[in-house]
C-alpha cells in the first residue's frame, strides 16, 4: 500500500484565495482525520469522518474551513478565503476501524499565505 | 478532556547512549490506548510504540520501549543504543476506547531529541 497521500506537498498562495487541500487514505481503512500543526497550537484535530461521515467537525476553526469526504478514497479540507494566520502544516490521517493500530499520517502539506 | 502533558522541551543524548522521554496524561476514562510518534526533520509522523491501558506488560519495539504507570498516568519513552536516525520531535498521544473504535488522538506538544556523536 502506498500510504496515506496528500497533496499539494507545499501550497503558497495570496490572502483571500481559496485553497484545497486533497487527501487519498488506505483502502480500507474506516477513518480518516485532518489535523493541523502550528508552532503555537501543536497538533489540533480539525475534523474526522467515519466511513465518509462527518463524526467530529468541532476542531473546524471558522466557517471558512470545509471538510468533504465524497467517497471512500478521497477527501479534501477547503479554506475560502484564506487568511495569513491558516499557514500551517495540515496532515492527514487514516486508521481501521480498532484505535488500537493508532493512525497513519501522510505526509502533510505545508500552507503558506501570504 | 483529556490532556497529554510533555514537560522535557528539548533533550540531547550521545550516540549509542540510553535516554528517557517523558508523558504524563489526564482522564477519566478507564481503557485507552497511548502511543509515541516520531516526526524527524522531514515532517512525516512516525508511529513508534502502543500501548493498551488495560494491559500491565510494557510495549517494546526493538530499541523502544515504555514504562506505563497507570495509576501515575504516566507514559514514558525509553530510547537504547541511540542512533544519529533517532534525531527528531516525539510526540506523546492518547486516544479514549471507545468501545474499541478509532476516535480522536489527543497530542502533547513533543520533545525535541538530539543524538549527537
Known amino acids: 500500500d502506498a500510504g496515506v497521500i496528500q497533496s499539494p506537498r507545499h501550497e503558497v498562495t495570496e490572502m483571500g484565495q481559496e485553497v484545497t487541500l486533497r487527501c487519498k487514505p488506505i483502502s480500507g481503512h474506516d477513518y480518516l482525520f485532518w489535523y493541523r500543526q502550528t508552532m503555537m497550537r501543536g497538533l489540533e484535530l480539525l475534523i474526522y469522518?467515519?466511513?465518509?461521515?462527518?463524526?467530529?467537525d468541532s476542531g473546524m476553526p471558522e466557517d471558512r474551513f470545509s471538510a468533504k469526504m465524497p467517497n471512500a478514497s478521497f477527501s479534501t479540507l477547503k479554506i475560502q478565503p484564506s487568511e495569513p494566520r491558516d499557514s500551517a502544516v495540515y496532515f492527514c490521517?487514516?486508521?481501521?476501524?480498532?484505535?488500537?493500530?493508532?493512525?497513519?499520517f501522510g505526509s502533510g502539506t505545508r500552507l503558506t499565505v501570504v | 478532556a483529556q490532556t497529554v502533558t510533555q514537560s522535557q522541551p528539548e533533550m540531547s543524548v550521545q550516540e549509542a547512549e540510553t535516554v528517557t522521554l517523558s508523558c504524563t496524561y489526564d482522564?477519566?476514562?478507564?481503557?485507552?490506548?497511548l502511543f509515541w510518534y516520531k516526526q524527524p526533520p522531514s515532517r512525516q509522523m512516525i508511529l513508534v510504540i502502543r500501548?493498551?491501558?488495560?494491559?500491565?506488560q510494557n510495549a517494546t519495539e526493538n530499541r523502544f520501549s515504555v514504562n506505563f504507570q497507570k495509576a501515575a498516568k504516566s507514559f514514558s519513552l525509553k530510547i537504547s543504543d541511540s542512533q544519529l536516525g533517532d534525531t527528531a520531535m516525539y510526540f506523546c498521544a492518547f486516544m479514549k476506547h471507545g468501545g474499541g473504535t478509532a476516535s480522536k488522538l489527543t497530542f502533547g506538544t513533543g520533545t525535541r531529541l538530539q543524538v549527537t556523536l
Open positions: 469522518f467515519n466511513n465518509n461521515v462527518p463524526i467530529d
Open positions: 490521517a487514516s486508521s481501521p476501524f480498532t484505535g488500537f493500530y493508532g493512525y497513519t
Open positions: 482522564t477519566s476514562e478507564n481503557n485507552y490506548y
Open positions: 500501548q493498551e491501558a488495560y494491559k500491565q
